[in-house]
């Protein structure tokens, strides 16, 4: 295992990809291979000491399946102790204040705190207050930055392996999101995250389900499919969030996917090349479809295996950085 170098990464917490520079970044994408690694052995124990006798603390406000097991997964594989919170059956629904929690969580001896919360801010709130090391994972609308990662490491991943090139970085690359971006943490991360990298992004969904002036974070905005996917070298799907839309945004779910499903047909349009990919969950037929989802272009299963390596890689760089501890 190769120790973080002294001083190369500062940071205290991982609150989101805005405030992060290319250089952080990459030197995420970077620590995280040897972690593919690790998942990766075929035999023997995979597991590393690198954050042995350390607490992480899961703790969870909204539903989850990736990124909740994914964080504990990378916990158990750095070799640290975890314990998990589910608002529902905390204190929280008692009166407790977010603080208060924490501080009594904190009270236990925790070093890291993984939150997900439907308050944009509030990982930020928490880590100006207490001495945790605190990772965002998924705040309301506003960042997701542990998908973002994941998701810029499989681009680099598939490049590299397509271009027979270990150095290959994403410049250039042409990365289409399509969907609901106006609700999507996933959708802001991986804008910040794929722009700071020098991809090109276009966002293509309903005009209603597009924020106003969101040109001005570098990306082009189409409502047209075919034009968002036509020299496409990613088309990055994105679930319709029912759940977080006060009142439909589009005419019917009939509609939405006659003009922006990913399917066999639109996919015609296309570049051969082209990777398909989702956060998960899928809202199966509506925004993709099930063969597409399914289908040999798709690493939507490799983004999991991925975001093991990747929390790990940030779990590591947090803990392990500029303290004196080496690996
Ligand atoms: N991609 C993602 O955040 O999935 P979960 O909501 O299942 O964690």
Redesign the pocket.
């Known amino acids: 295992m190769t120790p973080p170098a002294k001083g190369a990464w500062t940071r205290k917490d991982l609150l989101g990809i805005e405030e992060l520079s290319r250089d952080e970044i990459t030197l995420i994408l970077d620590t995280a291979p040897q972690f593919v690694a690790v998942s990766a052995r075929e035999s023997g124990i995979k597991k590393v000491p690198l954050l042995q006798g350390r607490l992480v603390v899961n703790w969870f406000y909204e539903?989850?399946?990736?990124?909740?097991t994914s964080f504990e997964l990378a916990a158990k594989r750095l070799s640290a102790d975890t314990l998990s919170i589910t608002a529902s059956a905390s204190s929280t629904v008692k009166g407790e204040t977010l603080h208060d929690t924490l501080a009594n969580i904190e009270a236990m001896r925790t070093d890291l705190v993984v939150i997900r919360h439907s308050y944009a801010g509030a990982a930020h709130i928490l880590a100006q207050r207490h001495p945790s090391h605190i990772i965002n994972a998924?705040d309301g609308r506003h960042e997701?930055p542990t998908?973002a990662l994941l998701d810029a490491f499989t681009m680099r991943e598939h490049i590299r392996e397509v271009q027979q090139d270990p150095n290959a970085q994403l410049d250039g690359l042409r990365v289409a999101i399509i969907g609901d971006i106006a609700n999507s943490r996933?959708a802001r991360s991986n804008i910040w995250c794929l722009t700071k990298l020098g991809a090109h992004v276009t966002l293509c969904g309903p005009r209603t389900l597009i924020p106003p002036h969101i040109e001005r974070m570098g990306v082009t905005v189409t409502t047209d499919l075919r034009e968002a996917i036509c020299d496409a070298d990613v088309i990055y799907a994105l679930r319709i969030q029912f759940e977080r839309q006060q009142n439909c945004l589009f005419p019917s779910v009939r509609e939405y996917i006659r003009l922006f499903r990913v399917d066999q047909e639109s996919l015609r349009l296309a570049p051969p090349h082209a990777l398909i990919m989702h956060?998960?969950?899928i809202n199966r037929d509506i925004e993709l479809a099930a063969g597409v989802a399914d289908g040999a272009r798709s690493v939507i299963l490799r983004q999991v295996t991925n975001g093991v390596a990747v929390r790990m890689a940030i779990m590591h760089l947090l803990v392990n950085s500029g303290r004196g501890e080496s690996a």
């Open positions: 539903p989850s399946t990736r990124t909740r998924g997701h998908q996933v956060p998960g969950p």
